[in-house]
């Protein structure tokens, strides 16, 4: 191992503290000798910055196996799908940037709600990301995978951008780092607003700011950051098939035009990382504040025939934490061994609300509850070198969890306290031939609403219910290998299993998330990145998995909205004169939509490019281009019931879809300073 200083060299893997050597390498055989399995990887910002993205959070597509769409428009958070699971909008994958959690517990439209609306893409530096809960500082939500997303601390140059759109789009961003002392002062502004193809206009509108100080004096790097977030936007929610074969609407239409939403997210957090010669020392933290007031009617008038069935989710919190690890390395007997400790801490203040609504206006409340949500999380993990070609990597994570609940029904009140000892193993073999193989096995979490854990009494109806666990366990198995022995080459196969104790499962007509059966995913996912020139890079993947319940019931074992196939492919070109260019299709394969199978989603393929010209040194004249096949499949698919106006019957079981938006182009002018 390579030192700086007689001190091994950190790098972090969403969020994943690890020790390596420090080698600047151009080509795709990084990852060999250092992962420590064939699911992690890191995504430079060179590959970010080619992705032609409709929306943010479809950042998170360059993860393979990982697909992101939406079901209600802009504003909201984004659906995820990843390893045979519909994780809604992100239950068990886990998602941060810098060091921040994003899914948010306890929240008011459904457990894990992972908002990424408020990340700016020009300031990333890149996207890092492993698979299974095989990872001892992962916490909650990280069964299926971790994402992390880190902010550079300074630009190379100004960025001025600004850009136009069929559909009502709009965006401008200016972004710049200066000197300031002994560290540096970076700042970013972004506007956009949107209106998207929908006969009922979204009329999105977003503002983004960002102010940041760092400093890196070798030995220490810190940095401080102020970020704030707020959107307001109209809905574009599912909408029923027979509405739309019947005429009543058309297809970019909407039953209940006044649904919408605002959203507000304000942060500071710091990081701190520390070199001496006990070993490195890692920290961060941070406060936020986020608001959400979030009108939807996914049923209309199934409920209440007279004023409908439009309900307002209000969440409101303070979140902090606090990260600490301390990692170091010595040798025994002539073996490299590396240590691991950390601590995590997280509080959530939460107020947050279900209401019956008409056209925005509160009718009646349904519940209020206060909620008070304790976390500390302690981990230690041990890697040792034991062969030339044989390490194993072992850690064990302790998670203990404080509930207390105050509710507008005190039968809904009460504290609740859970704890988890989760242990992790890794044995990886080779590297032969820049070929390495994995053996991976671990159990992790994920916490369910804080609400669910007190609550005896439904609110709405006043029957009794049970209360939910407030842990579940994820236990998984995986075997993998990863391949570099082509030059610009590097390819990785894992077929995996992971077994839930509880699914958490989106209840359509409810509009939340609820704890369900226990189920098991079993699949494989390949991918391939390669490099064959300066000029050319090509990134494809494909994941398949089979999803069921693993108990006996009447309804059958298949899960709803479970992804079973999904592929994509990503090509750019650059570095050959003034012009660039890339596009990526994308394939979302057929899911159940109901537990017996009787009813299921058509795929959905997409392809999304741009090409560019770069006038001069300093200017870049992109144009892009979205669902450049102008298909009409849908970006979402659920079954359930719902009443339409004028209907007699009480409910109609039927699919409900958000369909893709109609192709478009935006063209974007980027000149830097």
Known sequence: ????????????????????????????????????????????????????????????????????????????????????????????????VDGMLVNQRSHGHGQGWADTNFIIPELLGNLQYLKGPYYANQGDFSSAGAVSLSYVDKLPQGILSYGLGQQGFMRGLIAKSHAA????????????????????????????????????????????????YGGNWNSTDQIPVRAVAAGIIPRLGTIDPSSGGESHRFSLSGALQHISRYGITQMNLYTLHSNLALFSNFTYFLEDPVNGDQFSQIDKRFQSAMNVNHLWSHTLKGSEIEHMIGIQFQNDVIDNGLLSTKARTILSTTRRDHINQNSVGLYYQNSIQWLEKFRTVAGVRSDYYWFDVNSTLNANSGRRFDS?????LSVILGPWAHTEFYFNYGSGFHSNDARGTTSTVDPKTG???????????????????????????????????????????????????????????????????????????????????????????????????????????????????????????????????????????????????????????????????????????????????????????????????????????????????
Do not use: C
Request: no cysteine.
């Open 1 to 96: 191992m390579l030192t700086l200083l007689g001190l091994p060299i950190v790098s972090s893997a969403a969020g994943v503290p690890t020790l390596k050597e420090m080698v600047i390498r151009s080509n795709a055989r990084e990852l060999i000798g250092t992962a420590n399995s064939a699911n992690e990887g890191t995504v430079l910002k060179q590959q970010l910055d080619s992705r032609t993205v409709y929306r943010p959070g479809e950042l998170l597509e360059t993860v393979p196996g990982l697909i992101v769409t939406q079901h209600s428009g802009e504003g909201k958070a984004n659906q995820y799908f990843l390893r045979g699971f519909n994780l809604d909008h992100g239950t068990d994958v886990r998602i941060t």
């Open 181 to 228: 002392g002994a560290g540096n002062v970076l700042y970013a502004v972004e506007l956009l607003t949107k209106d998207g193809p929908w006969v009922k206009h979204e009329d999105y509108k977003k503002f983004n700011a960002l102010l940041r100080y760092s400093q890196d004096s070798g030995s220490t790097k810190l940095n401080v950051t102020a970020m704030g």
């Open 420 to 424: 988890m000892t989760n242990p992790k």
């Open 463 to 673: 029957d009794p219910m049970s209360r939910v666990n407030p842990l579940v366990r994820s236990t998984g198995y995986e075997i993998g290998v990863r391949t570099a022995f082509v030059q610009g080459l590097q390819a990785s196969f894992a077929a995996f299993r992971l077994d839930l104790d509880s699914e958490l499962l989106f209840v359509g007509d409810a509009g939340t998330t609820e704890a369900s059966r226990p189920s098991r995913r079993e699949g494989f996912e390949a991918s391939m990145f390669y490099m064959p020139t300066d000029w050319l890079t090509i990134d494809i993947d494909y994941a398949l998995a089979r999803a069921r319940f693993t108990d006996a019931d009447a309804s059958g074992n298949h899960i709803p909205g479970a992804i079973q196939g999904v592929g994509k492919l990503a090509v750019s070109v650059d570095n050959v004169g003034p012009l660039f260019a890339g596009m990526q299709f994308r394939y979302f394969g057929k899911r159940p939509l109901i537990e017996d199978n009787s009813v299921q989603s058509n795929h959905t393929v997409t392809l999304n490019g741009q090409i560019g010209y770069k006038i001069g040194k300093n200017a870049r004249l992109i144009v892009q281009g979205f669902n450049l096949l102008n298909t009409h499949a849908h970006a979402i698919d659920y079954y359930y019931s719902s009443r339409l106006p004028g209907e007699r019957s009480a409910g109609v079981s039927d699919i409900h879809f958000h369909p893709i938006e109609s192709r478009s182009l935006r063209v974007n002018l980027t000149a830097n300073f």
